[in-house]
């Protein structure tokens, strides 16, 4: 019975005892830590959520920028690839075809077009070249010829090629046009494209200088973005970010003495504030 006694008594000493209230306030804040980051998360759900919506139903956007490049962007989709079998066929073709651990994909239709209007301002008019005429056969002659068109440093296009051309009369001169063929197209288009957070929103973007650049579709898809924590980094400070595990040191209570004391050990926590 004495030991009994002595047990409550120690029991209601710590009851009433400034370490208690200390234990009970921490408790109550981390429950509280708890709700907050439900909350958080729930938050983040519908974040993503009304990223998605805007993605489903988003259209190109498209600036003029100050160097005067064409910037055309849209909202991205977040998601996993098992979503992607449901919601969109293309991408998910285009990921079944790609190794490894795919953490995004963009897929963008191109359209080049230029008017003789805007070719006649680009023309590289000191390197046209039109070769010496060789003759084929008795009325039957061929021309090779080279057109660049230089748009800028990086962007610029050139067409090589041949042209035959056919005798009807010498006398008069009379000649016709036989036919025209490709030898080498070479081109050369400088685009930017990738994917930045604007307005709290995942956007995909591409841009370019190249004359006659439009696109005609852009869509994107970033895979299970909670795997890349570092693709959204948190400049803000923020409160309750989680458990933990660690070495602790903490204030608690001697039963045995009555008395409080000072744990070091190795333990559980929450992280209330992080900077």
């Not at 408790?27 to 938050?43: N, S, T």
């Not at 239709?109 to 209007?117: A, E, N």
């Amino acid at each position: 019975m004495e030991k009994l006694k002595k047990i409550l008594t120690v029991l209601w000493n710590f009851l009433n005892s400034r370490i208690f209230v200390i234990i009970l306030i921490v408790v109550l804040i981390m429950i509280g830590a708890g709700q907050c980051k439900r909350i958080i998360d729930e938050a983040n759900v519908i974040q993503q959520h009304e990223q998605n919506i805007s993605a489903l139903t988003d259209s190109l956007q498209i600036e003029k920028r100050k160097n005067g490049e064409l910037l055309v962007s849209i909202d991205g989709y977040l998601g996993t690839v098992n979503e992607m079998k449901t919601i969109n066929k293309g991408l998910w073709d285009r990921i079944k075809g790609q190794d490894g651990k795919i953490l995004s994909l963009t897929r963008t239709l191109i359209r080049l077009r230029q008017d003789s209007t805007d070719l006649a301002k680009y023309i590289d008019k000191l390197n046209v070249k039109i070769g010496t005429l060789t003759q084929l056969n008795q009325n039957l002659y061929e021309a090779p010829w080279v057109l660049p068109y230089v748009f800028d440093e990086v962007n610029y296009f050139k067409v090589t090629g041949r042209t035959r051309i056919g005798l009807l009369s010498r006398d008069p001169l009379e000649l016709r046009h036989d036919t025209t063929f490709l030898v080498e197209f070479e081109n050369q288009i400088d685009i930017t494209y990738g994917q930045k957070i604007e307005k709290d929103k995942l956007r995909i973007y591409i841009q370019s200088a190249y004359p006659g650049f439009t696109v005609k579709s852009m869509e994107g898809v970033l895979i299970n973005p909670e795997d890349w924590p570092g693709l959204f980094p948190s400049t803000k400070r923020h409160w309750f970010t989680g458990f933990g595990v660690g070495p602790n040191i903490s204030t608690g209570w001697n039963v045995l003495e009555a008395k409080p004391a000072l744990i070091l050990g190795f333990g559980l926590h929450y992280n209330i504030y992080q900077w």
